[in-house]
């Protein structure tokens, strides 16, 4: 049998990029590759890239250059360049970055396989096109490459929001739900290999309405449908619209036991005149009264959220409500940006806020979240949580897995096993985890 050869993928963005490069990993598996953690030994690289900011997307150019010498000691090394810079830039790639022989899109990686045999023939191949077939169709029946007790699973893709800063509309075309029957099937495969939490992935998730059952599903329906998966212990979804976060998914927060309490739901602004100029389609107080509807229905849920500063008009008001915001809420964790121009999105068009003004207010959202985060974390000091055990750590004889609430909690443990849903009393907050032992 011939050598099999090595695939090496380098993951940015979100996690529907981590999603995709397993199901590319899968589609390549096919042509007779196996993945390697090195650069250094592949035969094949592929950059699954992101595309939302501007340093996101340069990274990708810097990490390119790099790879130049590896070409040179082998001639053989085929270069790739999948994911939303893919989709956004395609051909333009290869004329910047002549090492460059295969560019994708996140809508056609099924195709990989084919795009591969052309390369080894000597062909440069680019396909971004938004196909009618749907990708899922047509990737490999097989088991699904995963490891660990915790897996994604998208079920939803695109967004036809278009936030006027926001690139996704662009790069992952518009919404598109798969059907209940194919998110229920891979979820069962996941869970006859040792999955135990699903994390459904989608830029716009709780606007899934895949085709089910006596019409279409909406996300709760989907998931209380999921939940009755035996052996599947724990549900999660992400990212959330506030717009689209509806009466029976708010109830499910509540009596679904497991549905987990953490949820991201991003706001980016806490001033109406900027979200209007976002068009986000909410106000500040529309986000607060789902919050409050949330915090009804399930009180300890922890959220999270994300939000950008220095988006053109922002004045240092503007600023202060959304200050006040993140003040009214309390997030136990959250994502926070400088706001970055987008070639080809409206607000691009719009003369932006001075660098230094807008990295003074990231400088002071972000002291106000980690002070929230720190807080949050702190008052977990002595309670108990149900740990998903995950990996082992970076001590020795430690294992980290993840709380209800989605924080990392280390235990140091001999009876810690991978897979185990554990009790655990937190006993120390560090800065992005939790320690604690086993009760
Ligand atoms: N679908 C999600 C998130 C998409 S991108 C949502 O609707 O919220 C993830 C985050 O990146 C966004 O929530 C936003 O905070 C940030 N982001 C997107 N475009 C950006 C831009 N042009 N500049 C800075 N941050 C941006
Ligand atoms: Fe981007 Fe807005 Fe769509 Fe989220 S909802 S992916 S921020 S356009
Ligand atoms: Fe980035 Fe594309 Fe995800 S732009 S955040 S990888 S959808």
């Known amino acids: 049998m011939a050598e099999p050869k090595k695939l090496f993928i380098k ?8 999603y995709d490069s397993e199901r590319m990993a899968e589609a390549l598996g096919a042509s007779g590759y196996v993945t390697t953690q090195s650069a250094d030994d592949a035969d094949m690289i592929l950059l699954n890239t992101c595309h939302i900011r501007e340093k996101a997307a340069e990274k990708v150019y810097s990490e390119l250059g790099r790879f130049k010498a590896l070409k040179a000691a082998n001639p053989d090394l085929k270069i790739g360049v999948a994911g939303c810079v893919a989709q956004a830039e395609g051909a333009e790639i290869m004329r910047r970055q002549p090492l460059v022989d295969l560019v994708v899109g ?11 045999a052309a390369v080894r ?3 440069r191949a680019v396909d971004t096109d938004f196909p009618q077939e749907d990708k899922f169709d047509h990737l490999p029946k097989g088991p699904r490459a995963m ?3 915790s897996a994604f699973l998208t079920v939803q893709e695109g967004c036809d929001k278009f936030c006027a800063f926001c690139v996704v509309p662009y790069t992952r075309g518009a919404e598109v739900s798969r059907p209940v029957a194919r998110v229920l099937a891979e979820a069962e495969d996941l869970v006859s290999r040792g999955v135990r939490e699903i994390t459904l992935l989608g830029q716009n998730v709780n606007a899934y309405h895949g085709d089910g059952a006596g019409g279409a599903w909406g996300l709760a329906r989907l998931i209380r449908e999921l939940a009755r998966i035996e052996g599947l212990e724990r549900i999660r979804f ?3 619209h506030p717009n689209d976060m509806e009466d029976d998914l708010i109830a499910a927060h ?3 036991p497991k549905l987990m309490p953490y949820l991201h739901l991003p706001v980016q602004s806490g001033s109406d005149r900027i979200l209007k100029a976002m068009n986000r389609k909410h106000t500040a107080a529309d986000y607060l009264r789902v919050i409050d509807r949330l915090r009804a229905a399930r009180p300890d849920l922890l959220l999270s959220g994300d939000f950008i500063v220095g988006f053109p008009g922002e004045t240092e008001a503007d600023f202060q409500d959304t200050l006040a915001l993140v003040r009214a809420v309390g ?3 959250a994502y926070s940006f400088k706001y970055s121009a987008r070639p080809g999105t409206p607000a691009a068009e719009r003369a932006g806020v001075a660098d230094d003004v807008a990295s003074d207010r990231l400088a002071r959202l972000q002291a106000l979240l980690a002070q929230q985060q720190r807080e ?8 108990e949580v149900s740990v998903l055990l995950e990996k082992p750590g970076r001590m020795a004889g430690q294992m980290v897995g993840k709380s209800e609430y989605l924080h990392a909690v280390h235990v140091t443990d001999p009876r810690a096993k991978s897979g185990d849903i554990a009790r655990v009393r937190i006993v120390e907050s560090r800065p992005n985890s939790l320690a604690g032992v086993l009760v």
């Open 106 to 116: 996140p809508q056609t990686y099924h195709r990989l396989p084919a795009m591969e």
């Open 331 to 333: 997030y136990g964790q």
């Open 11 to 18: 993951t940015y963005g979100c996690q529907m990029n981590v």
């Open 121 to 123: 023939a000597g062909a």
């Open 254 to 256: 509540g009596d679904e």
């Open 376 to 383: 949050i974390q702190e008052a977990m000091v002595g309670r």
């Open 147 to 149: 490891r660990g007790p």
């Open 238 to 240: 992400t990212t959330s």
